[in-house]
């Protein structure tokens, strides 16, 4: 069985860009997470889905930070515009029955 | 809102060291408790989780017994490899609603040499 699946892996952007990050989770999960990772702040909630719906859109995040589930094999992160404090590692997760799985990641630097 | 406050950002030992990794938490209601290990390059994984008060959950050697009088669910290992090197989160869930999310405590990283 698949894990989560994260793509890219890693990405460089110009301050300003859009840029689009994706997510393929677990097979047949109904809960997707969105989470920026950074040394100082650890593990933040950007996004939550439950059976495609929004259920928790992280307030700090609202403003240039959108995440869509297009179906519920496939799910974006998009930022717009990129600022070089966005510099961070993105993860993607799912769950079944409370056990939450992650995706590896993307490292998106900001220049 | 819920919260876990992890203790320790670092700790360094040499193998067969006994670990601590000291986790508290904030949630109203009856929280799920979870530790997860995170190695260079990889995503967060489960290592175990608890529900109830008293319950131990334990994984390749690791436990944390669930402690509501208290709310800790510190993470023990008696003889830690170097292979144990990584970042260790303990993290809650609200078991009781439907929502699955869980909150982290910011890490402890643990560097284990041989």
């Known amino acids: 069985d698949a894990g989560v699946t994260q793509t890219p892996r890693h990405e460089v952007a110009e301050k300003g860009q859009t840029i689009i990050l994706k997510c393929e989770p677990v097979s047949g999960h109904n809960d997707l997470f969105w989470y920026r990772q950074t040394k100082i702040q650890g593990l933040e909630l950007l996004s939550y889905?439950?059976?495609?719906?929004?259920?928790?859109d992280g307030g700090a995040f609202k403003d240039r930070f959108k995440a869509e589930m297009l179906n519920s094999s496939f799910s974006t992160l998009k930022i717009q515009p990129t600022e070089p404090k966005d510099s961070a590692v993105y993860l993607c997760?799912?769950?079944?029955?409370?056990?939450?799985?992650f995706g590896k990641g993307t490292r998106l630097t900001v220049v | 809102g819920d919260s876990v406050t992890q203790t320790e950002g670092q700790v360094a030992l040499s193998e067969e060291d006994f670990l601590t990794i000291h986790c508290n938490y904030s949630a109203s209601g009856y929280p799920t408790l979870f530790w997860y290990v995170q190695y260079p390059g990889e995503g967060p994984q489960l290592l175990f989780r608890a529900s109830r008060d008293k319950e131990k959950g334990s994984s390749r050697g690791f436990e944390a017994t669930y402690d509501k009088g208290t709310t800790s669910f510190h993470l023990r290992k008696a003889s830690v490899q170097e292979s144990d090197s990584a970042v260790y989160y303990c993290a809650l869930s609200d078991s009781g609603g439907s929502n699955a999310k869980l909150t982290f405590g910011k890490g402890t990283k643990l560097s284990v040499k041989s």
């Open positions: 997760a799912s769950s079944q029955d409370r056990e939450v799985f």
């Open positions: 889905f439950r059976s495609k719906s929004l259920m928790e």
